[in-house]
Every structure is written in C-alpha cells, then in structure tokens.
C-alpha cells in the first residue's frame, strides 16, 4: 500500500523537476537568443551625434555630480528593438551610469505615461564607462516610431567630471536637480542646455532592407541657424523627403557632423578632430551605413584663410579621395555635395573663395564620388552666385529653416534607388 502511495508522489517530482528544467532551459536560451540579436543584421543607426568636446566652449558648463541628464532625440527610422551607444572618449576620469531608461517624449522634459523601459548593460542597470571607452548597451524590445522624439535619461551619481559632448545640438535637453529622476514623468527645476552628453548613436532593428545613411560635415549639416527643437537641419528635411516618398524605399539617417570641423587640419580644439581622424569612430562605426554624404571643406577655407596660411584646393581634395577610399573599402558609396556660398561671412576671402569654386568643380567633374547633390545652387543668390540668398541667412554662411529645406528638396533620389 506504501509502494503504491508514492508511486504518484515520484511522478509528480519527476514532472515537477522535467518542468523546472525546461524553464530554465527557456530561460537560458532566451538570454542567449537575446545576446545573439546584437549581431542581427537589421540593425541600423537611426540617430547619431559625433563628440566635438576637446575643450568645453561653454563658460557657464555645468558641473554633474548626481544628477539625471534628459536627452531628447529624433529619430529616423523605426524599429522593433533599439540600443543605445554611449562614449567616455574626452573624458577626465571613468564615467559611472547608475540607471538608463528610454521613453518616448510627451513634450518639454515630460514622457509619455507608460512609454518608459530601463536600459541594461550585460544585464546590469549601471555601468562605468572607461577613460577614453564606449559601451553598447542591450537590446531592449521598444516600438520605435520614425521620425519622432525619444527621451534618453542618464543617471550621474559621481562627479562626472569632464563630459563628452557633442556641443551643437540644435535641441533642448535636461540636467535634473538632485537624484535619480531616471524615470520621474518630468523633470521640474531642470536646467535647460542645448548639447548631447555622452551619448553618441541610437540603433534600431528596423524593416528588412533598411539601411543607414550617413550625412557627415560641419555646422552646416549640424544645423546651426536653425530652429533649435524644430528638427530643421537638412538631414531632417532629407529623412522626412523619404518617408513621404512611397517609391524610395526608407533609410536610417544618421549625423557625422561637427560645427566648425575640417576635412584636414584642426585650428581649434572647440571643432573636435579633425574628419580623417574621427571618420572610423564617427561614420564606419555606425551600424549598416551604405551610404555617405560628404559636405565639408568651408572651414578648412574660412578658418586657415584667417590665419593667413590659406589651405589649398589639393589639399582638400586629398582628404576627400582618403575619405572616399576608407568608405569603398567598407563598400559605403560616397555622395560628394558642393561647398555653398559664403561671401559676406566673417571668414570670408576672395582667395578663398577661388578654392572653393575649385573644390567644387572637382566635385562635379572629377569622378571619385559615387554621385554629387549641388547645394550650392539650392541656396545661391541668382543675382550674386557668390552669396546665399538673403532670405535664407542671417549671417551669409549658414542657411535658416527655409535654406535647409531647399537644400534637402535638391537631392536627387535616384542617388539612393
């Protein structure tokens, strides 16, 4: 009777354990599905900003000693699962993150009720960052529209030193008061800057066939002048052209830009490295890039024109033909984009400007592009080539809302079918 009392009781432990061994089988093929999907070919980075910060410009830069940074980020293309990249590259010490969380922004510092998921780094919510390092965070499963804005929240709990940034970014973002505020509906008593800290890319898994463009340069692709927290650069014009276009397929739209960048020299550490030094972080590191937009040279021109050493067209072509064969190499095509008008800038020479029209004359003609977008005629003066149109600048180099958007109406689609 005893033997057949328990026979029932050894089936239900032996089904108890056969269960409990398929759960953690699940689990742990779960954990290494999820750690797989890092390598999943549909990533791409929808949002980008490369760190301009050797030196902080800013007199007034906040000190960060724990506090939550808010970032609000536009996207370009939408995904299923998104990751974050966050770098320490110019910073003074290691960079300690307590807590990372992702939502979609109501408006202001506020985020959507309910949006709001934590950010892990090899399932650990904190993380510190090396000297001079980068981390991926990841993947976290989050429905992520195109075109709109994400709030990233980063938790400094330690003095954070030197932060590295990138210094232009034409978007109001957030520094908390006290605490952790990672995941607090908005942020009341924040103080309002207009640079990103520390976080340098977005990727998202997106649709089959989706790839990544990346539009690299200076203040001009950067979007100064333009409506700061309007998305009014041209690389947001372009993204918005594709996606209203149902017979282009859609692409990521990720930025390699730094305001006041050259293509060869540095004349200022405010401008970050110069592009051949930073074109393996800023544009071959980023995820599915196919394509590259290339406008960059004006302040190789205006900046060394100042200085009286002023550089020359071969010179810059150089550094365009290296650039074009770094990105040939990784099998990225190369759209060469004509240098614009800037007569009347506080740099500007007629030296000069006999560069630039040289530069762009091999632009057009010289062959080593895969293609050319002529910006320069989507903003040029009729009457007076040499200049922007006057309704499109404030200070005759850089374009406003409106010059943007015509050079982004410029581009042939074509180059991307």
């Known amino acids: 009777m005893a033997i057949q009392l328990l026979r029932p009781l050894l089936l239900l432990a032996n089904v108890r354990m056969a269960l409990a ?7 742990v093929l779960g954990q290494t599905s999820f750690a ?27 000190d960060i000693n724990n506090q939550t940074l808010r970032l609000i980020v ?18 003074d010490m290691p960079m300690h993150l307590g807590a990372v969380t992702v939502a979609l922004q109501s408006e202001g510092s506020g985020i959507q009720a309910g949006t709001s998921k934590a950010v892990t780094f090899g399932g650990e919510s904190s993380i510190t960052i090396t000297r001079g390092g ?14 709109t804005n994400l709030s990233i929240s980063l938790y400094l709990p330690d003095d954070a030193g030197f932060i590295t940034s990138h210094n232009l970014g034409m978007q109001t973002n957030y520094i908390s008061t006290a605490g952790n505020h990672t995941t607090s509906a908005s942020l009341a008593g924040a103080t309002e800057v207009t640079v990103f800290n520390l976080l340098t890319a977005i990727d998202v898994i997106a649709a089959e066939g989706i790839s990544t463009i990346a539009t690299v ?28 276009d149902s017979s282009i397929k859609n692409f990521a739209i990720a930025s390699g830009a730094i305001s006041g960048n050259r293509v060869t020299t540095e004349g200022s550490a405010r401008f970050g490295e110069n592009l051949q030094a930073r074109f393996e972080r800023d544009v071959l590191a980023l995820s599915n890039v196919t394509h590259m937009v290339l406008l960059e040279g004006i302040n190789d021109i205006g900046m060394s024109s100042r200085s009286g050493e002023l550089i020359s067209a071969d010179a810059i072509i150089s550094g365009y033909k290296q650039i074009i064969a770094r990105a040939h190499a990784r099998g990225i095509k190369v759209i060469g984009a004509t240098l614009t008008p800037y007569e009347g800038a506080a740099y500007y020479s007629p030296e000069g400007e006999v560069v630039r029209q040289t530069v762009n004359n091999f632009i057009r003609t010289g062959g080593a ?20 149109r006057a309704d499109f600048t404030t200070d005759n ?7 943007y958007k015509s050079m982004a109406d410029m581009i042939d689609l074509n180059l991307f079918r």
């Not at 340069?217 to 209203?244: E, M």
């Not at 002529?374 to 040499?386: G, L, M």
């Open 21 to 27: 061994t398929l759960l953690l089988t699940g689990l």
């Open 36 to 62: 797989q999907s890092q390598s999943d070919p549909r990533w791409v980075t929808t949002w980008a900003a490369s760190p301009s910060t050797l030196v902080d410009p800013r007199e007034d830069a906040p």
């Open 74 to 91: 536009h996207t370009s293309a939408g995904g299923s699962a998104l990751r974050l990249r966050l770098a320490n590259y110019h910073g």
């Open 134 to 147: 980068v981390v991926m965070s990841d993947p976290i499963a989050f429905a992520v529209p195109a075109l």
């Open 217 to 244: 340069g200076d203040s001009i692709t950067d979007g100064y002048g333009s409506t700061v927290s309007a998305n009014q650069r041209w690389p947001n014009h372009f993204a918005r052209r594709l996606y209203s």
């Open 369 to 388: 592009f895969d293609g050319v977008i002529d910006f320069e005629k989507a903003v040029q003066d009729p009457a007076n080539p040499t200049r922007l």
């Open 397 to 403: 180099l850089h374009p406003n809302d409106a010059g």
